[in-house]
């Protein structure tokens, strides 16, 4: 802690102590929590605004007006608090700039990397890269420039692959793109993949070849029978490395079952260690039933439903249909490395609030899947629920024995006395759900809340929870003056960075647990559907 001495001896200042807090990261208030139990009263001075260092910084290129730099947004920030830069290159198309373009960008390109380089040799946190960019655009340019950075630290890629039909040939260069990097920790490349399969070989073929290591492939959208012919030709310069891929993917898609099914072969299958499935039905899981037993090294498992109102009207409540459309689901029995499990139910528009009724046919859904999970599970995540009662919990625990971590999300209706059904459960994290009793065995409490965004428009929201405004703060107000009450937990972050949340805590490894799984371990977007948390920079 002795890093943290000189900004414990500010607590006399009242001043010095308010603007030391400030500028704090999650990291310092949680330490400095832990060694003075003054700290909370000094951080409930910031109830009305949370003030939040800046953390990303978004670079991009004009290509209007004189152009002499490139931009930078925010200007201002302290490169020790950086863990996410945004290199946005997507105003420039697949073909090669002309000469007399090239030269007035190529000196700009290079004073842009060479800044990034300053940054990153400066901070020492794990640091998040993300391109945005078109394949040709990359092969001529960014790969060149990207060999050129160097860390040390933990790093994360992420690639937004944009497609055009001029995409010209590319020639891989002799040299390894990410040699600068020695903690490189994972890559996730993002197309639909139509184009730019030398590319992304290349990526992969640079990529380390240890078992720690991770590739994610996201499907942005449903890929036909000549886009999953080139997965394939991606896919099968995996089976030389010895390192671990995740897919994001559609549900019904499942074409690769049909055009690709050679290349899913054991050994390939064995290195899944993530999979994230969307769709707009309940048989998510049926088109990947040849492959499911064979995740035997499958870690995390995310099922996001997309529900329409005329779905559920195609539905009946009969005895027959859910065990006959989920029994493929029950080959999750055999995957005993499954630890981590997410089920979101989303409502897209047109849901009447009339029709709560049809809710009934969600909560007997997520029964049916919960038969099939192993009992390996321990972390659970569930959203979008009609009701939460002792019958559903004296279910889970029966089914899920280890679970130790439970995250509520938008939950209709709890049954006060539930959680007591859980005598394992340790960890707990709410949003939107009503209070509820907190049992003894609970260690750590995070309560979530969503901040309404204003400036995002109505019309531009995909999905929206089956009431019509999220009542998620009043929730937020009532699970924090009930915690309080309880006087079980002595330390509080009161305060996040990276999510409007509570966490109530006595061991500061306990609230550690619970906001690594946030920024870890659920998916990023779980609270980013309808509602979005208002920054102020500084």
């Known amino acids: 802690m002795s890093k943290y001495d000189n900004i414990i001896k500010a607590l006399n200042e009242r001043q010095v102590l308010k603007r030391v807090l400030m500028n704090l990261m999650d990291d310092d208030i949680m330490n400095l929590n832990y060694v003075c139990k003054d700290i909370n009263q000094a951080i409930k001075n910031f109830k009305h605004y949370e003030i939040i260092p800046v953390e990303k910084i978004h670079l991009s290129v004009p290509m209007t007006g004189p152009i002499v730099t490139y931009n930078i947004k925010p200007k201002c920030f302290d490169p020790n608090n950086i863990i996410k830069i945004i290199f946005d290159f997507s105003i420039f198309g697949d073909t090669k700039l002309e000469k007399s373009v090239e030269n007035i960008y190529i000196p700009i390109f290079k004073k842009m990397f060479q800044d990034v380089n300053k940054i990153l040799s400066i901070c020492r946190n794990s640091i998040d890269l993300e391109f945005h960019t078109y394949f040709g655009f990359f092969g001529n340019y960014i790969v060149n420039y990207i060999s050129q950075l160097s860390y040390c630290h933990n790093v994360r890629m992420d690639f937004y692959f944009k497609t055009w039909s001029s995409y010209g040939d590319f020639f891989p260069p002799d040299f390894n793109m990410f040699q600068g990097f020695n903690n490189l920790k994972s890559i996730t490349l993002i197309s639909n993949f139509s184009y730019g399969v030398d590319i992304c070989k290349y990526i992969v073929a640079c990529a380390p070849d240890n078992n720690k290591f991770k590739i994610n492939f996201n499907f942005n959208v449903y890929l036909n029978e000549y886009e999953w012919n080139n997965v394939r030709n991606i896919l099968g310069c995996l089976k030389l490395k010895n390192l671990r891929f995740g897919l994001n993917c559609w549900g019904e898609d499942g074409s690769f079952m049909k055009y690709i099914p050679d290349i899913f072969t054991n050994d390939l299958v064995e290195k899944i260690y993530y999979l994230e499935i ?16 064979k995740m035997k090294n499958l870690e995390n498992l995310v099922c996001t439903f997309h529900i329409w109102e005329h779905v559920l009207r195609l539905i009946t409540n009969s005895k027959t249909y859910f065990p006959e459309k989920l029994k493929h689901c029950h080959q999750l029995k055999t995957l005993r490395k499954l630890k981590n499990v997410s ?186 559907d309808i509602y979005y948390r208002k920054n102020t920079f500084i």
């Open 278 to 293: 969307n769709g707009d039905s309940f048989n998510l899981l049926k088109k990947f039933r040849p492959i499911i037993g």
């Open 343 to 528: 089920c979101t139910f989303k409502y897209a528009n047109g849901m009447d609030s009339e029709k709560f009724e049809n809710l009934q046919i969600i909560d007997n859904a997520f029964n049916y899947i919960l038969d099939c999970l192993p009992e390996s599970v321990l972390k659970l995540s569930i959203a979008g629920l009609r009701t939460f009662d002792e019958n559903l919990t004296a279910k889970m625990h029966n089914i899920l024995p280890n679970l130790i971590y439970l995250n509520l999300s938008k939950i209709s209706t709890v049954k006060d006395g539930a959680l007591d059904k859980l005598p394992n459960l340790r960890f707990l994290a709410l949003h939107g759900t009503d209070k509820m009793k907190i049992p003894d065995t609970i260690v750590c409490v995070a309560s979530v809340c969503c901040i309404m965004n204003e400036d995002v428009d109505n019309k531009n929201r995909f999905v929206k929870p089956y009431w019509k405004f999220c009542n998620c703060l009043n929730n937020h107000v009532q699970w924090r003056g009930a915690i309080g009450e309880l006087q079980r937990f002595k330390k509080q972050l009161e305060r996040s960075t990276e999510y409007n949340i509570n966490i109530f805590y006595n061991n500061i490894k306990d609230g550690w647990n619970v906001l690594k799984v946030f920024t870890e371990e659920y998916p990023k977007d779980l609270y980013r």
